[in-house]
């Protein structure tokens, strides 16, 4: 059917950057919004970023804007998250999550919304102080 597989998470020190990478497989680039969500022990549920493949237009969570750059690669079918200025409250698992039918569950993205049908693993990633 569908698979996600997200890598790229890893240990690094407060300031430091990592480049996170999602592959989707079955479907390919076919959904309409492909973006990020997180998940961090003791923590809700927090839409990080996505973005559409009907119009390019990105979205990002308030905590992560002007920090973190969603972008994709048609060519290779993989999205990345570009994360900088990493801090320790960005330490969580990260979810890849699709979004073919724009149906429910629902996934806020600030005050952007996308459906959740398929999401992988998750890639760990940990910020130190």
């Known amino acids: 059917q569908v698979e996600i597989v997200e890598s790229g998470g890893d240990l690094v020190q407060f300031g430091g950057s990592l480049r996170l990478s999602c592959a989707v497989v079955?479907?390919?680039?076919?959904?309409?919004?492909i973006g990020w969500f997180r998940q961090a022990p003791g923590k809700d549920r927090e839409g990080v970023s996505c973005?559409?493949?009907?119009?390019?237009?990105?979205y990002y969570a308030d905590s992560v804007k002007g920090r973190f750059t969603i972008s994709r690669d048609n060519a290779k079918k993989t999205v990345y998250l570009q994360m900088n200025s990493l801090r320790p409250e960005d330490t969580a698992t990260y979810y890849c999550?699709?979004?073919?039918?724009?149906?429910?569950?629902?996934?806020?993205?600030?005050?952007?919304?996308?459906?959740?049908?398929?999401w992988g693993k998750g890639t760990q990633v940990t910020v130190s102080s």
């Open positions: 079955g479907h390919g680039l076919d959904y309409h919004e």
């Open positions: 973005i559409s493949a009907d119009d390019g237009t990105t």
């Open positions: 999550v699709t979004d073919f039918r724009r149906g429910s569950p629902r996934l806020y993205v600030g005050a952007h919304v996308m459906g959740m049908d398929y």
